[in-house]
């Protein structure tokens, strides 16, 4: 399967006690490497109880639309989504359970879920 079949466009709402509810638009599954991240920005943060949720309200609270989720418990937030250089996976390959909600996915190892607020 190339990645050009694949076509990101599915909408969560999710709420938390962070904030009453926000929609996060699902932008797909993409491959990242260390030197070259989908979100590259310094606002990360890092949870043992790490929601799509959480990450939005900490990505919101800094004006920031993009979220980046990965290996279950990272957040990355940023302005603009480049995807040049990453391939868009199909969402299965971003399996790794977030750790504060197994029922939700964050990414993976060199994988990323992305979303945006709206």
């Not at 969402?91 to 979303?115: I, L, P, R």
Request: proline residues 4%; negative net charge.
């Amino acid at each position: 399967m190339t990645s050009s079949t694949l076509t990101p466009s599915s909408t969560r709402t999710t709420s938390s006690t962070m904030t009453p509810s926000s929609t996060n638009v699902e932008e797909g599954c993409y491959s990242q490497s260390n030197g070259n991240r989908v979100l590259p920005t310094d606002d990360d943060i890092s949870s043992s109880a790490m929601t799509i949720p959480m990450c939005s309200a900490h990505c919101q609270a800094l004006s920031k639309p993009y979220i980046a989720l990965h290996k279950g418990k990272e957040c990355s937030c940023g302005s603009t989504l480049d995807t040049s250089g990453h391939t868009l996976l199909a969402d299965s390959e971003c399996d790794k359970a977030c750790s504060g909600d197994d029922s939700t996915s964050c990414g993976a190892t060199w994988k990323v879920s992305v979303f945006k607020n709206s």
